[in-house]
């Protein structure tokens, strides 16, 4: 998630799988619940912060803006910023966007919290949360919220959620 900058920070001072999705296919049918994995594109430091999303959610995530709120000593980390996903909801399970996925981009804003070992500026843990502040495409109404937990083995997060349109 924002292990990058979050380390960049600190410094100045994982995997999962995607897991599919549960709930109605349709999304005039309500809200569904999506789940998978957030993996960075490279693990380069400092790079631009886009990410593959897989799971319920498939295509590309972006971080627009990060503003740290808070460092501790030992490591903690206090965070928030905007960020975009681009793709598709994968109403088939088939790990891909086709014909019948609703497509489009969401916009959401997030708060994150984590901890670094400051000796090695290794992520020891983090989240964050993320409302839905927008969308385009078929996600132009869009509404709900989705929650990462970073795993710092493998650089991924996996992200569960609900999400309406």
């Given amino acids: 998630m924002k292990k990058i900058t979050v380390m960049a920070?600190?410094?100045?001072?994982g995997v999962l799988g995607g897991v599919g999705?549960?709930?109605?296919?349709?999304?005039?049918?309500g809200a569904v619940v999506v789940r998978g994995t957030q993996t960075p594109v490279s693990s380069t430091p400092l790079d631009p912060n886009d990410?593959?999303?897989?799971?319920?959610?498939?295509?590309?995530?972006?971080?627009?803006?990060?503003?740290?709120?808070?460092?501790?000593?030992?490591?903690?980390?206090?965070?928030?910023?905007?960020?975009?996903?681009?793709?598709?909801?994968?109403?088939d399970g088939n790990g891909a966007c086709g014909a019948g996925d609703p497509t489009g981009t969401i916009n959401f804003s997030f708060t994150y919290t984590g901890r670094f070992d400051m000796s090695t500026g290794a992520l020891l843990?983090?989240?964050?949360?993320?409302?839905?502040?927008?969308?385009?495409?078929?996600?132009a109404h869009v509404s709900g919220v989705l929650s990462f937990h970073d795993d710092p083995v493998t650089g991924c997060s996996s992200y569960t959620g609900n999400l309406r349109w």
Avoid: K
């Avoid at 920070?9 to 001072?13: H, N």
């Avoid at 999705?21 to 049918?29: D, F, L, T």
């Avoid at 843990?125 to 996600?139: A, E, K, L, Y």
């Fill in 9 to 13: 920070a600190v410094a100045a001072l």
């Fill in 21 to 29: 999705i549960v709930g109605p296919v349709g999304a005039s049918q």
């Fill in 51 to 91: 990410y593959t999303m897989t799971g319920g959610l498939n295509g590309g995530w972006v971080q627009t803006s990060f503003v740290l709120l808070g460092l501790t000593p030992s490591g903690g980390v206090r965070g928030s910023g905007t960020e975009v996903f681009t793709g598709c909801y994968d109403a």
């Fill in 125 to 139: 843990h983090g989240r964050c949360h993320h409302p839905v502040t927008g969308g385009t495409g078929d996600f």
